[in-house]
């Protein structure tokens, strides 16, 4: 199943909606953050304006989403002259396994315009690229094509807290602002790769915010950069920038993390 066809799959059911994951969209246990979060932004986005663009996400990953249907409840929080709150949540029978915010907001005047510039990387002389591995790499990275410009892969036993990857999603069409969630969250924490030995880890909360209008970009040369800022007690902080396919700034990434070794 393609990223498009999880996310065109969403149908409305009464008062909430029901969408369905396939296996190839595991990360472990539980389904790949970036769409768990795109669903909910489906769902979000039936209450809001398209015209209204989102301008951040908040998301909590409660419990593992499994691979089957999903339901999914969108309610508007609040709604403002120029700022609507939308919570939704992915729920499994009564528990609510994934809870996320969504802040959309029209455009203001402002005398204001900054915006962060790409720094220019020098690739390593041999990349490392994503070669997907059934039983060695998560299910959901079939998905992507992705080299390490700079930084090493997981559980290479490195040194470094900077990974800087160039990412493509394999799909149809043209980039919109559940592309950016998922290119958001792809990368796996940085902090992996400083364990010489497989081990589990995982997301506890989100934050991502969008800095412009992603529609219509390709699917293919996205890069993020990635930089580990803490790791302590088995928990983890790491920032993300994602930038466009001509270099960009399109968002800002935040996570807290948990890592089993």
Excluded at 203 to 230: C, H, K, N, V, Y
């Amino acid at each position: 199943m393609r990223f498009s066809e999880a996310l065109d799959g969403i149908r409305r059911d009464g008062d909430t909606w029901v969408a369905s994951i396939s296996e190839d969209w595991l990360q472990g246990r539980s389904t790949f953050g970036g769409l768990q979060a795109a669903l909910a932004l489906r769902a979000m986005r039936a209450l809001v304006p398209a015209e209204v663009p989102l301008r951040s996400l908040q998301v909590a990953f409660l419990a593992p989403v499994p691979d089957g249907p999903v339901r999914i409840r969108a309610n508007v929080l609040r709604q403002g002259k120029s700022v609507t709150q939308v919570e939704a949540r992915l729920i499994e029978g009564d528990t609510t396994v994934c809870l996320v915010v969504g802040i959309f907001g029209v455009a203001r005047t402002s005398t204001l315009h900054v915006l962060p510039s790409q720094p220019t990387v020098q690739a390593m002389d041999k990349p490392h690229v994503l070669r997907y591995v059934p039983g060695l790499l998560p299910q959901f990275t079939q998905h992507f094509e992705a080299r390490w410009l700079q930084g090493d892969i997981p559980f290479s036993g490195s040194t470094k807290t900077q990974q800087i990857v160039e990412v493509s999603l394999k799909d149809d069409g043209v980039a919109d602002e559940a592309h950016v969630v998922a290119f958001a969250d792809f990368i796996p924490p940085v902090a992996l790769s400083m364990l010489a030995q497989p081990a589990p880890g995982s997301s506890l909360t989100w934050m991502l915010e969008l800095f412009a209008d992603s529609r219509g970009l390709p699917l293919s040369g996205w890069r993020i950069d990635a930089q580990l800022q803490a790791a302590q007690d088995g928990y983890t902080s790491q920032q993300v920038m994602l930038w466009g396919p001509n270099g960009q700034p399109v968002a800002l990434s935040r996570q807290s993390m948990v890592v089993f070794g």
